[in-house]
């Protein structure tokens, strides 16, 4: 199977959480990363986390680190109509060489 | 202070013919990455520059593709003859010496027909 794995699509209503699940195989990055790309816009870091953290908050961003079940999730509180874009679940790769992504989850927002 | 750029926004092309990419990292960034994706997949790294030396380009799909960046500033990626897997959104990202965080531009968009 692929290195860093998350479903395609996710769908939520607006004012609603959205959370976004990814699995990955290499347990030996430092970072793991969350990026945003919106329809016609480049690749935007949302946010990271350190691999000895189990958590991050940065305003309506949660992020869960289970390194036992390597386990990465994005929890966005409050979903609005602007957080509509693909999100890429990432890891770091041997000292900033280069970052493993997924395939991108698409978050359509229901009005 | 501008970001990573990257020329052009769109390209399409036929099957056999040549294209080339250029990207414009931030100034001072040492350190080039080229990644694409192809039909809705995961991002894939291609190959990483420190200045205008290949670091990494274990991840060039086949000797059609060919990455410069002379000088260390700019580079340019060239994929000769084209052929319809080539098709998909090329990355460039850069970041400063020695940090982690990397800097993507807007990508490229290549249809080959």
């Known amino acids: 199977g692929e290195d860093v794995e998350q479903s395609l699509f996710l769908s939520v209503r607006e004012g609603d959480s959205s959370v976004i699940n990814c699995t990955y195989t290499?347990?030996?990055?430092?970072?793991l990363y969350w990026y945003k790309q919106e329809p016609g816009a480049g690749l935007q870091l949302l946010t990271y986390i350190f691999s000895n953290m189990d958590m991050k908050q940065d305003q309506r961003l949660t992020v869960l680190l289970n390194k036992k079940d390597k386990h990465l999730s994005l929890r966005i509180a409050d979903t609005q109509t602007g957080d509509s874009a693909i999100y890429f679940c990432a890891r770091e790769y041997s000292n900033a060489s280069k970052i493993i992504f997924g395939s991108g989850t698409r978050l359509s927002i229901q009005p | 202070e501008a970001g990573v750029t990257q020329f052009p926004s769109h390209s399409v092309i036929e099957k056999g013919q040549t294209v080339t990419l250029r990207c414009d990292p931030i100034s001072g960034h040492d350190n080039l990455y080229w990644y694409r994706r192809v039909m809705g997949k995961e991002i894939k790294f291609l190959l990483h520059?420190?200045?205008?030396?290949?670091?990494?380009e274990s991840g060039m799909p086949n000797n059609r593709f060919l990455a410069e960046r002379t000088g260390g500033t700019y580079s340019t990626l060239k994929v000769q003859p084209a052929e319809l897997e080539d098709s998909g959104v090329y990355f460039c990202?850069?970041?400063?010496?020695?940090?982690?965080?990397?800097?993507f531009g807007p990508g490229t968009r290549l249809t080959v027909l």
């Open positions: 290499d347990s030996s990055s430092t970072y």
């Open positions: 520059f420190v200045k205008e030396s290949k670091q990494d």
């Open positions: 990202a850069s970041t400063p010496q020695y940090t982690d965080t990397q800097y």
